[in-house]
């Protein structure tokens, strides 16, 4: 044990950045678990059961349900996705360059997350930060809150710096060559996020973080939500494309093939570089005081933003096809039944993938702007993008567990771990299925979302079979959850280390069609160009605006309502 205890310092030493992406993924998923935890009692909330007395003899602090709700969204859908995020999209480009990050930023960037995560988490579980996911003025939140929050979320700016210095660097040593693909994917991902994060950044040093001071006596509450969805928006694409990575660059190998078109995914993600920030205005089409004109606009550039969504799937699905047929599968239907449904690491994906479809097309609706209002402030909107961040984003990233924990730490995971991700996998994945039916489905019978409605137990009458399903989800995903913490630390507490795996190149697949002497791959790889026209769109799109609201402030004081 000693011997290879020696080995794997060794494989560290060679590697530091392996140490600091395991603390990124162990803190995220620490954060998702503490997060979900929550997430039985908000389900049982739809229907129409009021669990949250017992959740305050369990936990004394819990004071509200909206106390719940907001622990709930802020760990889950904002810190769980950006730790997984600086994970991924920092190691993956490390490992495909064969280049050491700059491992002062990268620790700089874990504490920072962590330190700002923990004086975040203070005002919040003391109720003194109940102001929900989207923080909206004239809710008003403990200082530390919103401080702690600016601070975590900055921490994302030093991974932009430590990537873009790996390209830098790259580039330095190849000249004329066309980046490679996971490190091109990482690269306009964290460019994307530079952009699309600086709405909350202004939001946060212009309004809120004076606000709590008692430096200023009001915030515009429209001001403060057109800021806070110039990131609110592009930030689903924020949890999104790490998963998009891993699918385009790891999927197809666990699935036994190949990624059928490098400049396809190049394409895609050039595409979210380009599209994910001008579109906030469709979140806001009940919001007065924003010209008309400018909400169809956003609308029509968020009906575009679907379309490198849409070369995903079907890029993604040709690669599984020939990956299937690979491994034997004929006929029509054959190559699915051939694909390792063995594999958690291939399932979790796909399964994600699946949900994903009537996920995008429910988002397609929140895109319209008469259709909008059907289910505008409804059930159907946590419906819809539980669909996306935790259907697709946290299957992708449990399912990457099974190959990245011992890549990271060379411990092995027995058979009978695998069979348990594949339980929960399933369970999961099921579990939000059916918790998006009962959702969607309340939504369309005006149940509200963000709504204690297990307090009002006959005001929505018309909404009694859906949640009957609200209520079977919450008990599924509570059992996958439990299954999944046993299995999550089983695996990372294991005494056993095999150097072997942590030495083992990260699973890239490779590619059909690459990017060799391609004049559009050598166009796109003009990065700096495009990012400049991104920046050029989200002027054009929110400049006018932004002007006019800035021009006409309406300072109200804050309030706290629970």
């Not at 005001?459 to 996958?480: D, K």
Request: no cysteine.
């Amino acid at each position: 044990m000693a011997v290879r205890t020696g080995e794997i310092s060794r494989i560290y030493e060679a590697y530091p950045e392996k140490k600091a992406t395991l603390y990124f993924l162990v803190l995220g998923f620490l954060a998702v678990i503490v997060g979900s935890l929550f997430g039985p009692f908000q389900a049982l909330n739809y229907g129409n059961v009021d669990a949250y007395p017992l959740l305050k003899r369990l936990l004394p602090f819990v004071q509200s349900y909206y106390q719940g709700l907001t622990l709930h969204g802020v760990l889950n859908a904002i810190v769980f996705t950006q730790l997984f995020a600086q994970a991924i999209m920092v190691y993956l480009p490390a490992r495909e360059l064969n280049m050491r990050p700059n491992m002062g930023l990268m620790w700089l960037s874990w504490w920072m997350a962590f330190l700002g995560l923990v004086v975040a988490a203070l005002p919040l579980l003391a109720n003194e930060a109940t102001v929900l996911y989207t923080f909206y003025p004239p809710l008003k939140g403990h200082w530390a809150f919103y401080l702690g929050a600016s601070v975590f979320v900055l921490s994302t700016w030093v991974s932009i710096y430590i990537v873009w210095d790996l390209w830098r660097r790259w580039k330095a040593q190849n000249p004329g060559k066309v980046t490679p693909l996971v490190t091109y994917m990482a690269v306009v991902f964290w460019l994307m996020w530079l952009i699309a994060s600086i709405g909350l950044v202004l939001e946060a040093v212009l309004f809120l973080l004076p606000w709590s001071f008692g430096l200023i006596q009001g915030v515009d509450p429209l001001v403060a939500r057109t800021l806070f969805w110039w990131t609110g928006h592009p930030i689903v694409y924020f949890w999104l494309l790490p998963a998009y990575a891993i699918i385009y660059a790891i999927l197809p190998k666990q699935a036994g093939g190949k990624l059928v078109s490098d400049p396809m995914a190049r394409l895609a993600f050039l595409l979210f570089l380009l599209l994910s920030t001008p579109v906030g205005f469709h979140h806001q089409f009940a919001d007065p005081g924003i010209d008309p004109t400018w909400k169809m606009i956003h609308s029509i550039l968020t009906l575009f933003v679907a379309v490198p969504s849409l070369m995903t799937a079907f890029t993604v699905a040709a690669s599984l096809e020939f990956a299937g047929r690979m491994r034997g599968g004929k006929g029509l239907f054959g190559w699915i039944k051939a694909l390792p449904w063995d594999n958690p690491a291939f399932v979790a994906p796909v399964l994600g993938l699946i949900g994903f479809i009537p996920g995008g097309a429910g988002g397609i609706v929140n895109a319209s702007f008469t259709l909008d209002y059907v289910v505008h402030n409804t059930a159907w909107i946590p419906g819809h993008f539980h669909l996306q961040v935790a259907n697709l984003v946290t299957l992708t990233a449990m399912g990457s567990l099974w190959w990245l924990i011992p890549n990271l730490t060379g411990k092995p995971i027995s058979d009978g771990q695998r069979r348990l991700g594949l339980a929960v996998v399933w369970l999961w994945f099921i579990g939000m299925m059916v918790m998006a039916l009962g959702l969607h489905w309340a939504g369309l019978l005006n149940v509200p979302r963000r709504a204690y409605i297990a307090q009002v137990p006959d005001a929505y009458p018309q909404a009694a079979l859906p949640m009957v399903f609200n209520i079977l989800a919450g008990v599924i995903l509570l059992l996958a959850l439990i299954l999944f913490i046993y299995g999550l630390f089983s695996v990372l507490l294991g005494r056993e280390r095999r150097p072997e795996l942590a030495e083992a190149p990260v699973p890239f697949a490779e590619v059909i069609s690459g990017p060799e002497d391609r004049r559009l791959v050598q166009a796109m790889d003009r990065i700096g160009f495009w990012f400049a026209v991104a920046v050029i769109l989200v002027v054009l799109a929110y400049g006018p605006t932004l002007v006019q609201l800035f021009s006409n402030l309406n300072p109200v004081p804050g309030v706290r309502l629970w």
